[in-house]
């Protein structure tokens, strides 16, 4: 059973940088693809970033340029660098994944995903 947990979020003024992490575990093999999402109350959760097994990546249009998807193999740690936060930025972040082949790749769409973390709060304030 694949397990995701995240960490790193936290309260940062507008302006400020904050790093997410996601650990992954029950699966040995390099994970097909992975993305990050976050969710407002109130709102659909949204696709923010997403990186497929041989690195290719795609951003929300509300994030291009600001954050940076990556991943490191050998520790199976999905990371997502935060810069130029905005308080519209402001939500719980999860990290996704698919561990084996089939649908879109990379994906800012929950249907492509099969394991979801519990979400880590962000909160950007102005």
């Known amino acids: 059973q694949v397990q995701l947990v995240e960490s790193g979020g936290g309260s940062v003024q507008a302006g400020g940088s904050l790093r997410l992490s996601c650990v992954v575990s029950?699966?040995?093999?390099?994970?097909?693809?992975m993305g990050w999402f976050r969710h407002v109350p109130g709102k659909e959760r949204e696709g923010v970033a997403s990186v497929m097994r041989d690195s290719r990546r795609i951003y929300a249009d509300s994030v291009k340029g600001r954050f940076t998807i990556s991943k490191d193999n050998a520790k199976n740690i999905l990371y997502l660098q935060m810069n130029s936060l905005k308080p519209e930025d402001t939500a719980m972040y999860y990290c996704?994944?698919?561990?084996?082949?089939?649908?879109?790749?990379?994906?800012?769409?929950?249907?492509?995903?099969?394991?979801w973390g519990q979400g880590t709060q962000v909160t950007v304030s102005s």
């Open positions: 996704a994944a698919k561990p084996v082949y089939g649908g879109s790749c990379p994906s800012l769409y929950e249907y492509d995903y099969d394991y």
């Open positions: 029950g699966y040995t093999y390099g994970l097909y693809c």
